[in-house]
């Protein structure tokens, strides 16, 4: 079996699903920016596979639920250096999450009569909370968690 390299770009659509233009801006990206913490031909102890491909390996690792074993054969390398390649370069792969552009919903009232966003303000207003059948949603917009409140009865 032939260990998979960046060197063919029916490989990087297949692992990443982006085109290989868009990995090798990523891959530059990553270069650029962290620099000397993932550049190749320093002193010490060289890694075993190029920048490319250890991308690669990090984006099959999170794309599949392939263990470090597996990652090692596939790659041609060893566990312990697939386990090394995933603990530098996931963290600085890792998506981040986008800035929210509006406010944050913190609070849903679903009334009979329609939906209202409740801030702490709006909620010591009486007559929304006393609508029968309200239901009161907390909803963290971060991890998209819906919570069911009971609606408090005045």
Known sequence: MQPISAANTGAIQLFTGSPPDEFTEIVTGLERAVGEEVADGLPGRQWSLPLADRVLLVAVYYRTDATVRQLGAMF????PAAGRVLARLGPLLALQPLPQRRMRIEKVLITPEGVAFVT??????????????AILLNVDTGTRLVLRVPVPQD
């Not at 041609?76 to 566990?79: D, I, L, S």
């Open 76 to 79: 041609g390398v060893t566990r």
């Open 120 to 133: 702490d303000d709006a909620r010591a207003g009486k007559g929304r909370a006393e609508a029968p059948g």
